[in-house]
């Protein structure tokens, strides 16, 4: 097989979440780019339906589908909906998020739920739903789970993100633990731990502390629009066939400085 063939993607089915802007939307469009029908879910209908329009720009094959995934019991609802447009779910990417900022002596018990919920239990939910469904049945299947740098390490001056860290260290567990228990079926579970990019979510702290984060990388940049397309066009692929329950940091070297 060339190298080529191992990135290709066609007659895939991708479900990406979290996919109407931002680190989905990277996704979305390069699972799309090697061949693959992209199903993107979000809570807000009118931005899933411009993200649509934006992948059916580039060609790709894509198709909207309105979730709270906050709201843990309409997750089986989800993948019916994907199932009955798709048939099956090939790569699973879960990339739906959120943080609140406070102290930890002060952080309200709601927000940790909150947070916990949608970064860790919709994500385990969510790979149980695909994977009984869809890749174990099948004997084949990719997940990949986005964490964070947060999940390696405290928190920089400035960041007081106690749950968001909680969560992304769960996550990274939760890929090792999955990894282990789905390999015999051929299901490749890996993660990626994005760095400083920005988005609605880090627009106000990196106007606090973005010329600190750039200092203090090697590679003097925040991540880009494309930077996030290389290391998950690898782990959805069989590029990565040999590669479960890793983890891929795209910081900029940030973590090494």
């Known amino acids: 097989m060339s190298v080529k063939d191992l990135f290709d993607l066609s007659g895939k089915v991708a479900l990406v979440t979290g996919g109407s802007r931002g680190l989905g939307l990277q996704a979305a469009e390069a699972l799309g780019e090697l061949g693959a029908k992209v199903g993107i879910s979000a809570r807000k209908q009118a931005e ?8 059916g720009q580039k060609g790709i094959e894509a198709a909207a589908f309105a979730a709270d995934l906050g709201k843990l019991d309409g997750i089986p609802a989800l993948v019916d909906q994907v199932l009955a447009r ?5 790569v699973l990417v ?3 998020g959120t943080t609140w900022g406070a102290p930890a002596e002060d952080h309200p018990a709601e927000a940790w739920r ?11 939910l969510l790979s149980q739903q695909v994977g009984k469904r ?7 299947g990719k997940i990949v789970n986005v964490a964070s740098v947060a999940g390696l390490s405290g928190n920089p001056p400035g960041m007081q993100t106690v749950a968001y860290n909680a969560s992304k260290g769960a996550a990274l567990s939760f890929t090792r633990a999955l990894a282990a228990e789905w390999g015999r079926y051929h299901v490749n579970v890996n993660a990626i731990c994005p760095g400083f990019f920005p988005s609605r979510m880090t627009k106000g702290l990196l106007a606090v502390i973005g010329d600190a984060v750039v200092a203090r990388t090697p590679l003097g940049r925040l991540g880009g ?5 290389g290391a998950i066009a690898f782990l959805a692929s069989e590029a990565s066939r040999h590669v479960t329950g890793q983890y891929l940091t795209v910081d900029g070297g940030a973590g090494i400085a």
Do not use: Q, W, Y
Request: hydrophobic share 45%.
């Open 48 to 55: 899933l339906e411009e993200a649509v329009k934006h992948l």
């Open 86 to 90: 798709f048939g099956t779910v090939d």
């Open 94 to 96: 879960n990339n739906a």
């Open 114 to 124: 909150k947070v916990m919920a949608l970064n860790i239990d919709a994500m385990f």
């Open 134 to 140: 869809c890749m174990i049945p099948r004997r084949s």
């Open 225 to 229: 629009d494309e930077d996030l397309k």
